[in-house]
Nanobody, 125 residues
């Protein structure tokens, strides 16, 4: 059974930092594209960042460029998201996604992914 579990969320002051982690079990992520998505109350889930299976390609949504960094450790079956200079607008539930199709390109579609339960990030002003 595939399980994807996020951790590292919490309450952070504006301008602060947080690091999210995502571990997978029942699934070797080394050959999978991985991504972070988020959903704020009353809004649709949106893509935040994506990383290719070997980490050579990363993409970010415009609003987090220069502030967030995605990375992965395939040996630990773990994905990370370092978030710096956090803003109240970053407040959301953050979800880790493993793209089901091997070698899939980074894309923001919500289909064909394994999802975690999410971890809440709240940024206070």
């Amino acid at each position: 059974q595939v399980q994807v579990v996020e951790s590292g969320g919490g309450l952070v002051q504006a301008g602060g930092s947080a690091k999210l982690s995502c571990t997978a079990s029942g699934l070797a992520i080394g050959h999978l594209t991985m991504g972070w998505f988020r959903q704020a109350p009353g809004k649709e889930r949106e893509g935040v960042s994506c990383i290719s299976r070997n980490g050579s390609t990363t993409i970010y949504t415009d609003s987090v460029k220069g502030r967030f960094t995605i990375s992965r450790d395939n040996a630990k079956n773990t994905l990370y998201l370092q978030m710096n200079s956090l803003e109240p607008e970053d407040t959301a539930m953050y979800y880790c996604a493993a793209y089901k199709v091997p070698f899939a390109p980074c894309a923001w579609g919500l289909r064909d992914k394994y999802w975690g339960q999410g971890t809440q990030v709240t940024v206070s002003s």
